[in-house]
Structure formats: structure tokens, C-alpha cells
């Protein structure tokens, strides 16, 4: 949908995918894209946060895994 324009579409369908999969970073990455093309800053925003957030806690739990 975001490739032809149609981000009230795109938005709505990764809407639902967040709702299925909240912690997938792809997911965030997307969100946030189309949260900025529709001009939405702080949805933007929050969703970036969200997306460093999980990179974060998976990175970390990567390196805990090692340790182990």
C-alpha cells in the first residue's frame, strides 16, 4: 500500500500486524516510516523509540546467550 500512496491503507494493515506480532522490529521500522510520510511526528517518534528499544533488549539478550 505505502508504495502506491495509499498510506491510510498501509497504515491500517500494519496496524494489524503489530497487534499479532507487537515485538517484531520490521514491524516498527515500517510503522514509523508511514507514521512520517503521513506527517505524524510523535507517532513517529514513539515508534522509533520502540523499534531501539526492542533492537536493544534482543542485542543484549544475544550477548547474554553467549556468556551462558
Known sequence: YKELG???EALNSILKS????????????????IYLDLGKLDQA????VKLTHI?????CHRRNTRQL
Open 6 to 8: 495509499k498510506l491510510e
Open 55 to 59: 533492537y536493544m533488549l534482543s542485542k
Open 45 to 48: 517518534l514513539t515508534s522509533t
Open 18 to 33: 503489530q497487534k499479532l506480532s507487537p515485538d517484531n522490529p520490521d514491524i516498527h521500522m515500517i510503522l514509523g516510516t
